[in-house]
């Protein structure tokens, strides 16, 4: 690790039951916490949503990002969004439901959900730094139609702390792309929001279910904990009883 404050690996408490990660083979990917999401304004709110729902999930998220920043652990940011011409955007998305401006139509952040207008970007709490990849996903998932899955295995990686938003949707998406894909996901229940609290809470137990069908759910205290030697020992030690 790049500082001896963190940890070569730990076990993180979480549901169904604790896991051992390794740092050096695990990434914290951050699911499209973007303005158009956060933000009044944007494609969210567009929906109907009420846009605060979210910003639960950016404190923790931005102390596990810190974190990993400090450790040199692998960050991946997504960000969803459509090429100017909506080349890449299905007429059932762009369709769908009544909202008050569709995706390409000019909004209060410029064109809404398409890459380089700033309500696509990613909020400045959470803005990702030199040498973070970036992946631009034209569907809810991650790994569909981007690089992801080829960077990871670059990367050596294997396993992935998940956070972002939507619960139910772009990150629970990407969750099950990954697991058919045999990364094993900790998804961080407190860096994770949804506008309906109701799909949140659901979102995490459909991921834990029958033995962690799709993964395991934890918090960003418990990845933190796991991170720093003194606390990864004992959590370890505990684990083994």
């Not at 759910?217 to 904990?225: G, I, K, P, R, T």
């Amino acid at each position: 690790m790049a500082n001896s404050k963190y940890s070569s690996g730990g076990t993180v408490a979480a549901e169904p039951g604790p896991i051992d990660l390794d740092w050096s083979s695990t990434a914290l990917v951050i699911i499209d916490m973007q303005r158009d999401f956060m933000e009044p304004g944007g494609f969210g709110e567009t929906l109907g949503n009420d846009v605060s729902q979210l910003a639960s999930a950016v404190e923790p998220i931005a102390a596990v990002l810190a974190a990993a920043r400090e450790s040199g652990m692998l960050v991946v940011h997504t960000r969803e969004g459509h090429l100017p011409d909506l080349s890449d955007a299905p007429p059932a998305k762009i369709e769908r439901g009544a909202p008050s401006l569709r995706i390409g139509d000019p909004g209060p952040m410029g064109r809404i959900l398409i890459r380089g207008e700033d309500g696509h970007d990613i909020i400045p709490a959470l803005y990702p730094i030199d040498g973070e990849i970036v992946i631009d996903k034209p569907g809810k998932g991650a790994f569909y139609a981007t690089e992801l899955g080829d960077l990871l295995q670059k990367y050596g990686i294997k396993d992935l702390l998940v956070c972002g938003v939507t619960t139910e949707v772009c990150v629970n998406t990407t969750v099950r792309e990954a697991n058919d894909r045999g990364y094993r996901c900790v998804v961080l229940a407190d860096g994770c929001a949804s506008y309906f609290p109701e799909f949140h809470e659901m979102g995490l137990k459909m991921i834990k279910a029958q033995g962690g069908i799709f993964g395991w759910v934890s918090d960003s205290a418990a990845v933190l904990e796991a991170m720093t030697p003194e606390t990864s020992n004992k959590l370890a030690a505990g684990a083994s009883r």
